[in-house]
């Protein structure tokens, strides 16, 4: 039965890393999407000053 504790123990390992993995790229997205709403709306009130 060793085998079975080894691939538990591998998918848990490998399910762990791809989560972190997906939950960095969904943050990076998140942080670029926030950037460039910041950035227009920059650009509207530099606007509407001048």
């Given amino acids: 039965m060793p085998d079975i504790e080894i691939t538990q123990g591998f998918l ?3 399910g762990g890393i791809a989560g972190a993995a997906v939950s960095v790229i969904l943050a990076v997205i998140y942080n ?6 910041a950035k227009k709306m920059l650009k509207k009130i530099n606007e509407e000053d001048q």
Avoid: D, E, R, Y
């Fill in 12 to 14: 848990m390992f490998w």
């Fill in 32 to 37: 670029l999407a926030s950037v460039s709403k």
